[in-house]
C-alpha cells in the first residue's frame, strides 16, 4: 500500500489530513502485514487509485488474468 501512495504523489500529510488521522497512523498503516479492507479502500478512493490497480503493483501479476481464467 505504501508503494501505491507514493507512486500516487500524493503526500503522507495530505493523505493523513484527508483521512482525519495522524501521519504516524499512516506510517503504522503501512507497517501492517493484513491491513483491513476498509481501510484499503479509504486510502484508494483518497489517492485516486481502485483495488485491482493496487493489487496487480502489490503483487506484480494481473488480478484481472486472473478472473479471466
Known amino acids: 500500500m505504501e ?3 507514493r507512486r500516487s504523489g500524493f503526500g503522507i ?3 493523513a489530513r484527508r483521512l ?4 504516524p497512523t499512516v506510517y503504522q498503516w503501512f507497517r501492517e502485514e493484513n491491513l483491513d479492507a476498509l481501510t484499503i479502500i479509504k486510502i484508494e478512493n483518497t ?3 481502485n483495488s485491482a490497480m493496487a493489487l496487480e503493483e502489490i ?3 494481473s488480478v484481472r488474468s486472473m478472473i479471466l481464467n
Open 3 to 5: 508503494r501505491s501512495v
Open 47 to 49: 489517492i485516486g487509485i
Open 20 to 23: 482525519n488521522v495522524s501521519r
Open 59 to 61: 503483487y506484480g501479476f
Open 13 to 15: 500529510s495530505k493523505l
